[in-house]
């Protein structure tokens, strides 16, 4: 279970308080009004915010002043997630260790993962030179390959048609049960999730 207890983080003016528990395996949407803090939260847990105060867990273990790397968890945007002057398969490999450097096995487990996010014909090519829903299938490879239990992903998919969007939450969702990830999305349109949420989070 991911545990927030009494959380405090300040944005600016604003203090927030944060008490939350997800379940391991959970597919957890997180929905509520602009500015009411779900980005604030899942950077948060990823480590990018100071805590004043509070304890977050990950199976009765803190992480609470753990440096992002160290912590259970990997991080996706709504974009921006690639960089541009590195090849798409680069780009994945870097979710493995920052030289990128793979052995055998290591690249054949990144090619397998990209076959199934119908992405391995794009490997060679620039970021630039995929769709929009390409380059956010490449992220998503990367934070899957990362191997962290939880994975947030702050509107992931909110550039895409309403089309692209349900597939790669189906995708997204595959993932989650074939690697045993937690998965938290913070989404606008939350009934897009119905099918695939096993708990949400309202932040108000
Ligand atoms: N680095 C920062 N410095 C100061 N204020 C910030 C900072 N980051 C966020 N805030 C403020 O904190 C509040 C919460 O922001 P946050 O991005 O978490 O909201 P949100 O619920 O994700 O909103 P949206 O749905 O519009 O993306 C907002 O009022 C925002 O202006």
Redesign the pocket.
């Known amino acids: 279970m991911l545990e927030l207890l009494s959380v405090q983080v300040k944005?600016?003016d604003?203090l927030f308080t944060y008490n939350s528990q997800v379940s391991k395996g959970a597919f957890c949407r997180i929905v509520?009004?602009?500015?009411?803090?779900?980005?604030?939260?899942l950077e948060t847990i990823a480590g990018f915010n100071h805590i004043v105060a509070g304890e977050v867990s990950w199976q009765g273990q803190s992480f609470t002043y753990q440096k992002p790397e160290s912590r259970p968890v990997s991080m996706m945007f709504q974009q921006d997630n690639l960089f541009a002057h590195l090849s798409v398969y680069t780009n994945i490999a870097l979710g493995v260790r920052p030289s990128a450097r793979l052995n055998a096995e290591e690249r054949q487990q990144l090619q397998q993962l990209c076959v199934q996010l119908g992405i391995v014909d794009q490997l060679e090519k620039q970021p630039t030179q995929l769709s929009g829903g390409q380059q956010q299938r490449a992220a998503l490879a990367r934070a899957i390959i990362h191997k962290k239990p939880i994975l947030l992903l702050d509107e992931p998919f909110s550039a895409l048609d309403k089309k692209l969007r349900e597939d790669c939450i189906a995708l997204t969702d595959t993932m989650r049960k074939q690697y045993n990830l937690t998965v938290l999305m913070?989404t606008?349109h939350p009934k897009e999730l119905d099918q695939v949420a096993t708990q949400t989070i309202e932040?108000s």
């Open positions: 944005q600016g604003n509520g009004p602009s500015g009411a803090g779900k980005t604030t939260l913070v606008h932040i």
